[in-house]
């Protein structure tokens, strides 16, 4: 399951296109994500305080004034979160609840007893998680929440959260460690992330985003949150997924051979 | 731990300098291979069918001609290996011993008691593993049976067998998972394996080995046989040494991107 990460306000050209309403940039911006095969598009307007329910409204009708592109709504904001639901269309991806109370007791009324899909963010009052077990504990609280409120486990997507190996070189395993034991124990459940926070502080970024998401996927990681137009992504993520053995037949990968898509 | 592999009769280029008794070209091959970082050159000579003893010490005086560099003696012939043995210097590489009885029985009087590293292949009399409890099962045989004989926990190499994806799609997922089990099971053991089994009728292979090894060694791979020759594939095991945890402070990888070797 793969959602496209561009339209986000922090990117410059995005921010210049909502203070512009220029909705044809967006459109393309959705459309180009939407061709490279993602399942969702990440709309966030996070840095518009005071005005990110208005602008993520506009965002996704944006994204959805050609076609009904499924977007990822990401906002901590209840009042954001509302006014997107309002005007999408068919079923929408949350991005994101955790167990911070604050979140928690926001978010819970939108979500509850519907199909949406649902990030589950493994944080909590606790702050952020450092080892395995701290994730794992904030993932069986949020996925126990979450079901008792009417979230069908397979609409629910666990963030174990990437952090940076410059902080603590330990930060990768952990998180790869939490994966594994989060798809082990919670049968149905996924598995998502962001994969830019891995990299922070350290050259060569783009090359370890990429292969943290092969070390991902082969630990059972089943959603990425991503640039779908970075070739190279998206190749390794096909080539990963047909090396852990969620590809029968390699058929996937064969297709994208053919296509060409293999070729970086 | 990097054993260079590119000293392999079956290469034509290297059967050529065999067979014209090119030592200079056998020299380059291994200084180069040295020159790139890894710990040891593997030599074969396996395709010289009735010489290979002659050819494979002859391979062993040839790397070792300038600098005693040391060899992975890749033979699973007992008579080769002791010819190449009485001219090696230094301590040597055995590639590789197995639980199959007639590999076992001819190897293990010259590996016993010996400071030697071994690389200890996961197959028996049984044939092939096929899942990960298979390869648990065969390295815990080897691992007794080699203490037993006085070889230490920590020359001990397993290599669990990487076998094709073609062939099977849970090829990939039982070797990573037979590694971290081994890993996990016999504290102090090694592990260690050849990539490109793994992409064995397959297009686009060298990026299926690359992003191989690069979950291998998330899963706790500690050795590789492998083309260091290959920029991406060294930047690559670089880069997933450092996401796994196993480079303190990202030292390893920041060095090498100072030195260019992550521009790929």
Partial sequence: MLVGELINA???????????????????????QADAGVDFIDVNAGVFVGREAEYLRWLVEAVQSEAPLACCLD??????????????????????????SERLNGLLPLIAGTDFKVIALCMSDAGMPVSADDRLTVADDLINTLVRNGVALENIYVDPLV?????????GA????AVREIMIR??????ICGLSNISYGLPGRR????LFAVMAVANGLDGLILDPLDPRMMAFVTAAATLAGRDEFCENYLNAFRGGKLDV
């Fill in 163 to 171: 952090q940076p190996v410059s902080l603590d070189g330990n930060f």
């Fill in 174 to 177: 952990a998180f790869l460690d």
């Fill in 10 to 32: 922090s990117r410059s050209s995005i921010a210049r296109a909502i203070e512009a309403g220029d909705r044809e940039a967006i459109l393309a911006a959705a459309q180009s």
């Fill in 186 to 191: 919670f049968e149905g459940v996924h598995t």
């Fill in 207 to 210: 090359l370890l985003n990429r």
């Fill in 75 to 100: 906002s901590p904001d209840p009042d954001a979160l509302a006014a997107a639901l309002g005007v999408h269309r068919g079923t929408p991806m949350i991005n994101s609840i955790s167990m911070e």
